[in-house]
């Protein structure tokens, strides 16, 4: 199955990813507005790979994690933006392997 | 340990038939759980092998793309680097196809069409353009590349460890609660029926023996 790419962030890593080759690019603002688009872009089907800031994925956790946690697409991808990796009290990543293994793995 | 049974059940031949009948089932679902939960966790640790230090590489790799990007928005203006943005051409399509994990559906992106480009295929004029936008165009395609293959792996992961979550608890209630209640009742069951083939025993001595008497 072909499908593309599309990102939803602020403005200056949209037009970063644009460089890079990424066409459907969302500049927002505010989360209402990350939402929103984030739900056209579901709704729509074609995209089925979509990044993100982290600082976005935070503010609308629940959104996301209602159309991520149990199907495999569409992926949303969290990156960091021009500031730098977000401060994370716990690497969610790291949380869940720790949680189904039992041990702390070191990553 | 306090012996924990089914609650409301006669003790009958008829209810303990039943009862050994599920308790083979039990048994029989919890092996094969129990495998399916081991299988799970070994493909777990085989994408753990993979995740290792992808999440640091496309933060690097970001951050120095960051980095270009800034400069050239200082050399050239937000507008123009703007205006260049939107006149390159689209280079990410996907392949996504999908497999399955013992019934857990996983995502596999296949061959991304390879979103390294020359300077010309890009599709921006040379003429009002900084070199330091090039370099921040080749960075953004490389970490575009490292992130598609980190969203793989992390979806991977989350849809694996919610499915290795509920395994482990169905394979825990199996072993800790349903086999050894089924097992209480029916040692129950069986007890009870013995007691009752003594006390009838019993009955038809006491009633051979006052026959006898009379």
């Not at chain 1, 962030?9 to 688009?37: C, R, S």
């Not at chain 2, 995502?107 to 040379?126: A, Q």
């Amino acid at each position: 199955m072909k499908s593309s790419i599309a990102i939803v962030a602020d403005a200056d890593t949209v037009t970063g990813f644009k460089l890079g080759g990424i066409k459907e690019g969302y500049a927002v603002e505010t989360p209402q507005e990350a939402e929103k688009n984030l739900e056209n872009l579901i709704k729509g089907k074609q995209v089925s790979i979509i990044i993100t800031t982290e600082k976005i994925g935070d503010e609308i956790r629940d959104f996301i994690d209602k159309y991520t946690k149990s199907s495999a697409l569409p992926m949303i991808i969290e990156i960091p933006d021009k500031s730098g990796p977000s401060d994370r009290a716990v690497d969610p990543m790291r949380d869940l392997i720790k949680r189904v293994i039992g041990v702390e793995m070191v990553k | 340990m306090a012996q924990e049974m089914i609650e409301g059940i006669n003790p009958t031949r008829m209810e303990l038939l039943k009862l050994k009948q599920r308790e083979k089932l039990a048994v029989k679902g919890y092996s094969l759980l129990k495998e399916k939960r081991n299988a799970l966790i070994m493909e777990f640790f085989n994408i753990l092998e993979r995740v290792k230090g992808s999440r640091e590489n496309v933060e690097e790799k970001l951050k120095e793309a960051f980095e270009d990007l800034t400069a050239s928005q200082i050399f050239m203006g937000d507008l123009a680097v703007n205006k260049s943005a939107l006149s390159v051409k689209e280079s990410v399509e996907v392949e996504i196809d999908s497999r399955s994990i013992m019934g857990v559906v996983v995502p596999v992106v296949g061959s991304t069409t390879s979103p390294e480009r020359t300077v010309v295929e890009r599709g921006y004029s040379f003429v009002d353009t900084s070199v330091k936008l090039d370099e921040a165009a080749k960075k953004f395609e490389e970490s575009i590349a490292l992130i598609i293959e980190l969203g793989e792996i992390e979806k991977t992961i989350i849809l694996l460890a919610s499915e290795i979550e509920s395994t482990k608890r169905r394979v825990n209630a199996l072993e800790h609660i349903i086999i050894p209640r089924l097992e209480n009742t029916v040692k129950y069951i069986e007890m009870r029926l013995e007691e009752m083939e003594r006390e009838n025993f019993v009955r038809l001595k006491m009633i051979k023996k006052s026959m006898e008497m009379e």
